[in-house]
């Protein structure tokens, strides 16, 4: 016993020897999306063999086979050590596949699941790891939990088996920041509203009277003002209805509906631009459209996953993010167009070409939208 | 009119990022093989109605053979009854004593060896144990100290142990390092016979002793040597590697380490050593070996300070987080190969070090 303990001793080599392999780590993906909660967890099928005996011919090696034979045993005792709670309740766990995962030290079997969390938004979510601990000390469960934009990482250990996660954290400052940016991006990014703004304010460089003929501003606080009683208006109504629709004071007919109303405002404020029908007063026209508009934002903020009245921060934020957005349209697109009023170049392609063009993707989107078809590129 | 729905990296929170895997797919065939099990790997489930102090010391026996953290994992898992207790029985506080050494944790591991000590001053393994220990953590004199009470008739063992503590002390001129190497091999080919179970070892540790005093020549032959009695000892053949290239022998570094790159410290070598001699691979292995960096980052616990500067400095030549890879690993062990890798993170760096 003496020997064989010395010999124990000097094999250790105390430099370096916990690097000769990988200790035991299994790998856990939680996906919150809205309301449902799924995931995978992948562990180790040296850990496998170490729980159940996977080998079970005994020749070293283990095989798809073997792996399947203890699909039953694996999922019964992840749902027995895996214990997921959501602020509506606690969430079994649903097993969709057994599939394999290959890491860069071997292979893993990977147990797809659902769970039952799926009635209302998540907001807090409680994971109990607890698995192989009893076997294996060292082990760690690395959990990867995504919400939205965010992506969480924690390691599961023995002396730390619980985790906690609340959508809701980060402070009002950091949602704030987040919606903005949605906000931003909403106008950005959606063609739609852009192509509606532009084809609201192009025309602000000129005044008709009676004539319906284009008469360059003299001065460009002229033309500010009337963009700005425009683009308010518009912005106060577009809040109100977001506002109304999200609390569900007014609930919006189908999307495809709202879709085709939005798409006919930018048609119709594109015909006006070119046959000036319309001649002053367009704030009310911009009021009225801003209305149609608040409807469509609102659909975006539930499409978020959210709803009720959590929204505050939100709201708040997204609002900001469109108004944000707008004004940047405006301040780029205002003082050049001022400039080039006077200018064939701006009536013909801005004025004239634009709006046709816009008016015409309006119509298409409408068509689109009305025939639940798709030909337009965007 | 797609609503496109936004993507933004808004990473908050987030530790480390945790490894992807490579493909997750659903085999076609049952007898595809999807992993293939080392010998002795474990403890079959239904073999382990042993008492736990019985599996503990199997897995211990497997761990040390091997270096398989899982191995170590088990048994401390094994050893739980008894794991927070102050005065558990000497043998399993020897045993607890192995399992947090491995764990790198040094000071807990000291503690119990001096109560193995206190209760059983013959106990060779643990004057061992306890040597190494106050070697890798430069307290040299007091690890010289426990080499010479090493009792039992073990002249081979007591002059191998006391020998590698003066190397790594750097005592003595170069001459005098010689002298001691010498006589260190000589008593090795007298008592060899005698103490054969340590002879590997002690081959081993007198390459060491040799390479550090820059013999590199005479450390390869030392730990060829050594290789012939033990073929597997992973720390002789991670020593021949590095031997290997600081003498600019990449491609000899191949056949050593190209069929074991599941040891992390052995796909370290591999890796340089692909580089320097410019394999094909060589990207292809520095990311492999990434991505366990990462793994054990993720873990949390502990890391391979060492290895991992080695890995910044000298693979993906990111002298900066070698730097600080390298000072963090000084705070726990400080051989001269760790000074040497301050120094050469430094000088890479362009950093000043002051009161090393």
């Known amino acids: 016993m003496r020997r064989k303990a010395v010999l124990l001793v000097l094999g250790l080599g105390v430099a370096e020897p916990a690097l000769a392999h990988r200790p035991s780590d299994a790998f856990l993906t939680l996906d919150i999306e809205g309301t449902t909660l799924s995931g995978e967890l992948d562990v180790a099928l040296k850990d496998l063999e170490v729980l159940f005996g996977v080998d079970q011919n005994g020749d070293g090696q283990i095989s798809w086979g073997e792996v399947q034979a203890q699909e039953q045993a694996f999922t019964t005792y992840v749902q027995d050590r895996l214990k997921l709670q959501t602020d509506s309740g606690p969430c079994a766990l649903l097993p969709l596949d057994l599939q394999i995962s290959k890491y860069s030290d071997g292979a893993y079997a990977a147990l797809i699941f659902n769970t039952t969390c799926t009635d209302r938004p998540i907001k807090t979510l409680d994971a109990d790891y607890s698995l192989l601990f009893d076997l294996d000390r060292q082990h760690r469960g690395l959990l990867r939990l995504t919400y939205r934009e965010q992506i969480i990482t924690t390691a599961f250990a023995d002396a730390a088996r619980t985790f906690h996660f609340d959508a809701m954290a980060g402070g009002v400052a950091r949602q704030m920041q987040t919606f903005v940016k949605e906000g931003l991006h909403h106008i950005f990014a959606g063609f739609d509203h852009m192509l509606f703004l532009i084809a609201l304010i192009l025309p602000a460089v000129y005044f008709r009277r009676r004539s319906r003929e284009l008469h360059p501003r003299e001065h460009l606080r002229e033309v500010l003002w009337d963009t700005a009683k425009v683009v308010t208006a518009f912005t106060a109504a577009h809040t109100l209805s977001l506002c109304l629709t999200t609390f569900q004071v007014i609930i919006p007919p189908a999307a495809r509906v709202v879709e085709a109303a939005v798409a006919l405002t930018i048609l119709l ?36 996953g959210l709803s009720g009245w959590s929204l505050a921060t939100p709201l708040v934020g997204f609002n900001v993010g469109v108004e944000l957005a707008q004004l940047a349209i405006i301040a780029a697109f205002l003082p050049v167009a001022f400039l080039l009023r006077r200018t064939k170049f701006y009536k013909g392609i801005f004025l004239w070409g634009g709006s046709m063009a816009t008016g015409a993707l309006a119509l298409g989107w409408m068509v689109e939208q009305i025939g639940n078809v798709k030909f337009l590129p965007f | 009119m797609d609503r496109k729905r936004l993507c933004l990296a808004l990473a908050v929170f987030g530790a480390a990022s945790v490894p992807a895997a490579a493909e997750t797919y659903k085999p076609a065939r049952a007898d595809e093989i999807l992993e293939v099990l080392p010998r002795g790997f474990s403890v079959p489930p239904g073999d382990r109605q042993l008492p736990p102090e019985k599996l503990a010391e199997l897995r211990l026996q497997q761990g040390k053979k091997t270096g398989d953290p899982r191995a170590y994992g088990e048994a401390e898992a094994a050893l739980r009854p008894w794991w927070d207790d102050p005065k558990p029985p000497v043998a399993i506080r020897m045993m607890r004593a192995t399992i947090l050494q491995f764990n790198h944790q040094f000071a807990a591991s000291l503690k119990d060896l001096d109560q193995v000590l206190a209760e059983a001053p013959d106990a060779t393994d643990a004057q061992i144990m306890k040597a190494m220990i106050l070697m890798t953590t430069a307290r040299y004199p007091a690890a010289q100290a426990v080499c010479e009470s090493i009792t039992g008739r073990r002249p081979l063992l007591r002059m191998a142990c006391a020998a590698n503590a003066k190397s790594l002390a750097q005592i003595g001129t170069a001459d005098e390092q010689h002298r001691d190497l010498e006589r260190l091999v000589t008593l090795a080919d007298f008592l060899g016979s005698q103490e054969k179970d340590i002879l590997p070892w002690v081959l081993t540790t007198a390459g060491d002793i040799a390479h550090r005093a820059g013999d590199n020549d005479r450390a390869e032959g030392l730990y060829r040597r050594s290789l012939q009695l033990e073929p597997e000892d992973l720390y002789t053949i991670t020593s021949l ?115 090393m």
């Open chain 2, 241 to 355: 590697a590095d031997a290997l290239l600081d003498m600019d022998r990449p491609a000899e570094v191949f056949p050593l380490t190209d069929d074991r790159r599941d040891q992390d410290g052995l796909l370290l070598r591999l890796a340089l050593a692909a580089k320097r001699a410019g394999r094909a691979d060589a990207q292809e292995l520095a990311s492999v070996l990434g991505d366990r960096f990462a793994a054990a980052k993720a873990r949390g616990g502990a890391r391979h300070w060492r290895e991992e500067a080695y890995y910044h400095l000298l693979v993906v030549d990111d002298a900066e987080e070698a730097m600080a890879l390298a000072r963090t690993n000084y705070e726990t062990q400080k051989e001269p190969i760790d000074r040497r890798l301050l120094t050469e993170a430094a000088v890479k760096s362009r950093t000043k070090l002051e009161g």
């Open chain 1, 269 to 304: 404020a594109s015909l006006n631009n070119l046959a000036g029908v319309v001649k002053e007063h367009r704030w009310v026209v911009g009021f009225g459209f801003g209305l149609i508009h608040g409807v469509g934002y609102a659909s975006v903020l539930r499409d978020l």
